[in-house]
């Protein structure tokens, strides 16, 4: 089992660039999650889908940011315009349920730095 | 809203010391996921609990999760180089589904 694929693993950008993480869950897993890790605030759930819809996005920062998943085996997470603020790791993890009792699957996540 | 709250943010141990995490939330949980996390890694899942008053052994990881459903702790006896990392805590809510994860408790080991 290949676990769940990030891409880029890392990324440097500049002010005002758009940015795209990419995320491709475990095979046969039916929940997604983006979660932001900084030192400062610790690790946040951005937002989480459930069989490719978006279930709860209440802790996506603003309007910059976006994330889609159109179909089962791939999601994005896109920055526009990025702000040195946004300089974090950026990781997905997935589960085979939806629901808090199941396990999360994390990725080796994204290192975004903007300049 | 929810909040889960671990404490302490880092620990500093001689190698063989014992080690002890706190987590603590401010409503009942369904469960209760604990993860590590090494420098330069991602959470990996060690272990969930789901009953009052459980607790459940991994070699020298205890986990036990309070008889209200709102605490847990993590102790290891007799730390090792390899138990270095971040342990979260991460607290399941019945009414939104979600994982709450807690700030994380950094341990470093002096060998």
């Known amino acids: 089992d290949a676990g769940v694929i990030q891409s880029p693993r890392h990324e440097v950008t500049e002010m005002g660039q758009e940015v795209t993480l990419r995320c491709k869950p475990i095979?046969?897993?039916?929940?997604l999650f983006w979660y932001r890790q900084t030192m400062m605030r610790g690790l946040e759930l951005l937002i989480y889908?459930?069989?490719?819809?978006?279930?709860?996005d209440s802790g996506m920062p603003e309007d910059r940011f976006s994330a889609k998943m159109p179909n089962a085996s791939f999601s994005t997470l896109k920055i526009q315009p990025s702000e040195p603020r946004d300089s974090a790791v950026y990781f997905c993890?997935?589960?085979?349920?939806?629901?808090?009792?199941?396990?999360?699957?994390f990725g080796p996540g994204t290192r975004l730095t903007v300049l | 809203g929810q909040q889960v709250m671990q404490i302490p943010q880092y620990q500093h141990v001689q190698e063989g010391e014992d080690f002890t995490t706190y987590c603590n939330s401010s409503?009942?949980?369904?469960?209760i996921q604990w993860y590590k996390q090494r420098p330069g890694g991602h959470p990996v899942f060690l272990i969930q609990?789901?009953?009052?008053?459980e607790v459940k052994k991994q070699k020298r990881l205890t986990f036990q999760f309070g008889e209200a459903k709102k605490n847990s702790s993590l102790h290891i006896t007799a730390t090792q180089t390899t138990d270095v990392g971040t342990y979260f805590c991460?607290?399941?809510?019945?009414?939104?589904?979600?994982?709450?994860f807690g700030q994380g408790t950094t341990l470093q080991v002096k060998p």
């Open positions: 993890a997935s589960s085979l349920e939806r629901g808090a009792t199941d396990t999360q699957y």
């Open positions: 889908f459930n069989n490719n819809v978006p279930i709860d």
């Open positions: 991460a607290g399941g809510s019945g009414n939104t589904g979600k994982l709450i």
């Open positions: 409503t009942t949980l369904s469960n």
């Open positions: 609990l789901v009953k009052s008053g």
């Open positions: 095979s046969g897993h039916n929940s």
